[in-house]
């Protein structure tokens, strides 16, 4: 059973850095694309960021670029965000997919 368990999220200051985290479980981690997508109160989902299998290629949403970085440890069966420069239009709950599955989504909230 494929399982992705989001953890990181939380109340941060406009300005501020968290760091996301993705556990993956139940399939071969390190032969798949990994996404993160978000999800913001009252609106659609929002993609933010990709890596491919071996973490050599990443790519952003325009709207994150230069403030957040995605990456993987296939060690560890475990993908990253992380996310610098926070702003309020940051919030959202954020999820990571991959195989066509989904996480259950961690809170993040940028606010004064």
């Known amino acids: 059973e494929v399982q992705l368990v989001e953890s990181g999220g939380g109340l941060v200051q406009p300005g501020g850095s968290l760091r996301l985290s993705c556990a993956a479980s139940g399939f071969t981690f390190g032969s798949y694309d990994m996404v993160w997508v978000r999800q913001a109160p009252g609106k659609g989902l929002e993609w933010v960021s990709a890596?491919?299998?071996?973490?050599?290629?990443?790519y952003y949403a325009d709207s994150v670029k230069g403030r957040f970085t995605i990456s993987r440890d296939n060690a560890k069966n475990t993908l990253y965000l992380q996310m610098n420069s926070l702003k309020p239009e940051d919030t959202a709950v954020y999820y990571c997919?991959?195989?066509?599955?989904w996480g259950q989504g961690t809170q993040v909230t940028v606010s004064s």
């Open positions: 890596v491919n299998s071996g973490g050599g290629s990443t």
């Open positions: 997919a991959g195989l066509g599955s």
